[in-house]
């Protein structure tokens, strides 16, 4: 199966920044990836998927890449942002989550 | 409104039996495939399997395998996730979502259910 890693595991930004998350595939996944956002007590957001923002996400957040190796670029931090950030492949099953980012206000 | 709605926190003994379901509204239930995922205390999202709807074809991530049953009743438009015998090890919050494509399976979920906490213990 298919091993998703996420780096770093936390991130420190400040309120403006711009945060760049990654994630890497053991093995090609080709462009089926998907970003998802995760904020505590809540369930999981599609962020993006199959190279396209989800319905309703600010354009701050962008993702690129393909085959093994993606990025997560969100443009300037705000305030609602802070929150844990999944990758996900679904080229193949089972559909493994990368271990997350944590990014947190510096 | 499009919306996956959870059966209930659940406390259990090990050894119990239970299901969790996950009522799927404003949309064709059974043209988006569901799946179930997993989050431990403090930990990740755990891919665990998925159904789709239509004839209740099933694949189980081989982590998960034998261990829980997904189902589902289309007349309902309901999918659940069962075990036969909970462990301590179950522990955790258990999500569903929608796949959001139609047509193929290569496709992210974009639809989640509000989470249903299973806490097993003695």
């Known amino acids: 199966e298919i091993v998703m890693t996420q780096s770093p595991a936390t991130l420190s930004v400040s309120p403006g920044e711009r945060a760049t998350l990654s994630c890497r595939a053991s093995?090609?996944?080709?462009?089926?990836l998907a970003w998802y956002q995760q904020k505590p007590g809540q369930a999981p957001r599609l962020l993006y998927g199959?190279?396209t923002r989800a319905t309703g996400i600010p354009a701050r957040f962008s993702g690129s890449g393909s085959g093994t190796e993606f990025t997560l670029t969100i443009s300037s931090l705000q305030s609602e942002d802070f929150a844990v950030y999944y990758c996900?492949?679904?080229?193949?099953?089972?559909?493994?989550f990368g271990g997350g980012t944590k990014v947190e206000i510096k | 409104e499009v919306q996956l709605v959870q059966s209930g926190a659940e406390v259990k003994k090990p050894g119990e039996s239970l299901r969790i379901s996950c009522k799927g509204s404003?949309?064709?239930?059974?043209?988006?495939?569901i799946t179930w995922v997993r989050q431990m205390p403090g930990k990740g999202l755990e891919w665990m399997g998925r159904?789709?709807?239509?004839?209740?074809?099933?694949n189980y991530s081989p982590s998960f395998q034998g261990h829980v049953t997904i189902s589902a009743d289309k007349s309902i438009n309901t999918a659940y996730l069962q075990w036969s015998s909970l462990k301590a090890s179950d522990t955790a919050m258990y999500y569903c979502?929608?796949?959001?494509?139609?047509?193929?399976?290569?496709?992210?979920?974009?639809?989640w259910g509000q989470g249903t906490m299973v806490t097993v213990s003695s």
């Open positions: 199959a190279s």
């Open positions: 996900q492949q679904y080229n193949n099953w089972p559909q493994n």
């Open positions: 979502a929608r796949l959001r494509s139609t047509v193929t399976m290569l496709d992210a979920f974009d639809i």
């Open positions: 404003g949309y064709s239930f059974t043209n988006h495939w």
């Open positions: 159904i789709d709807p239509s004839d209740s074809y099933i």
């Open positions: 093995q090609s996944v080709s462009s089926n």
